[in-house]
């Protein structure tokens, strides 16, 4: 069964930084590209940073180049979202996701969630 549980989300002000984790199970873990996304209130969720499956290639919303990192360890299992100079703009619940296809159907796993909230 997969599973991913995201963690480190917080209240924090503007210019600080959180360190986002997402604990994967139940699946090769190293043999699937991952993501971050984040929804805010009243708008669409949007992808903000991914990472291949070896860690080699990464990519990122404009919205957060040069801010944010995404890592991860394929012999821990985990996924982070290193998160720098935050802005108010960066609120949203952040989720943790993996899109895997087998016998011709895609499979899209969310975890639960993790609140990050920029504020004063």
């Known amino acids: 069964q997969v599973q991913l549980v995201e963690s480190g989300g917080g209240l924090v002000q503007p210019g600080g930084s959180l360190r986002l984790s997402c604990a994967a199970s139940?699946?090769?873990?190293?043999?699937?590209?991952m993501k971050w996304y984040r929804q805010a209130p009243g708008k669409e969720r949007e992808l903000v940073a991914s990472i291949t499956r070896a860690g080699g290639r990464r990519n990122y919303a404009d919205s957060v180049k040069g801010r944010f990192t995404i890592s991860r360890d394929n012999n821990k299992n985990t996924v982070d979202l290193q998160m720098n100079s935050l802005k108010p703009e960066d609120t949203a619940v952040y989720y943790c996701?993996?899109?895997?296809?087998?016998?011709?159907?895609?499979?899209?796993?969310w975890g639960q969630g993790t609140q990050v909230t920029v504020s004063s």
């Open positions: 139940g699946f090769t873990f190293s043999s699937y590209a």
């Open positions: 996701n993996t899109l895997m296809v087998s016998l011709g159907r895609t499979y899209d796993y």
